[in-house]
């Protein structure tokens, strides 16, 4: 090889390497997914996706999650107001509200759909998730029908503190049965019904 090659290699070697520094760490790699989940819920709700955030341990999603107890259509405009943010980084935001004895839930949907807030409907309420995580459950039913059902599967169960370990290995037979009730996962009108699913196969995917 004669000087002026070795000289050619040389400088395209250095351009190589210097175009390698300049390239950005965000360019050079995919970015997480990042959610927000509000829950309508003082405890339950929070409490489980902070452990199913915990045992899935999906660096490809971030999550975030936050309480906001009220109606549905709170629920959804408070969701709603992380959106509007100038700081926003989110690529997804849920609320996770309860049909139970609310009379706003037609009005939270139509904010929903108005504002790009993902909806996650539990018909009657958020427990019926977690039930189906221990039997296959399709008959009509109300929340203390819910609550006891969970007691009697589940005898450590207590409202205002769940042990996640009694429904982790339940996940996937609790999506399956859930979209059995629905399979759509968008109606929630039918009792019972629950789409959480949706929002869990997104925090695990």
Not at 10 to 36: C, F, N, Y
Not at 58 to 70: F, L, Q, R, T, Y
Not at 148 to 165: E, G, V
């Given at each position: 090889m004669t000087s002026r090659t070795r000289s050619v290699v040389?400088?395209?070697?250095?351009?190589?390497?210097?175009?390698?520094?300049?390239?950005?760490?965000?360019?050079?790699?995919?970015?997480?997914?990042?959610?927000?989940i509000v829950c309508g819920g003082a405890c339950t709700e929070?409490?489980?996706?902070?452990?199913?955030?915990?045992?899935?341990?999906?660096?490809?999603?971030?999550?975030?999650?936050?309480?906001?107890?009220?109606?549905?259509?709170?629920?959804?405009?408070y969701a709603a107001g992380?959106?509007?943010?100038?700081?926003?980084?989110?690529?997804?935001?849920?609320?996770?509200v309860d049909v139970d004895d609310f009379t706003d839930l037609e009005q939270a949907v139509r904010e929903s759909r108005r504002t790009g807030v993902h909806l996650a409907v539990s018909n009657p309420c958020f427990e019926l998730w977690l039930l189906l995580h221990l039997v296959d459950h399709r008959h009509e039913v109300t929340t203390p029908e819910v609550q006891?059902?969970?007691?009697?599967?589940?005898?450590?169960?207590?409202?205002?503190?769940?042990?996640?370990?009694d429904f982790a290995d339940g996940i996937d037979d609790a999506c399956g049965r859930a979209q059995r009730l629905e399979p759509s996962g968008r109606t929630h009108t039918s009792n019972p019904s629950t789409n959480v699913w949706r929002l869990v196969g997104e925090v695990r995917s």
């Open positions: 040389i400088v395209a070697s250095q351009r190589r390497r210097e175009g390698s520094s300049r390239r950005s760490p965000r360019a050079a790699r995919k970015l997480a997914t990042r959610v927000l929070k409490q489980y996706f902070d452990e199913l955030r915990r045992w899935v341990r999906n660096p490809a999603v971030k999550v975030k999650i936050k309480s906001e107890v009220g109606s549905p259509s709170q629920v959804v405009r992380f959106m509007n943010r100038s700081d926003s980084d989110f690529d997804a935001v849920w609320a996770v006891k059902l969970l007691q009697r599967h589940c005898s450590a169960y207590d409202k205002t503190r769940i042990r996640f370990a």
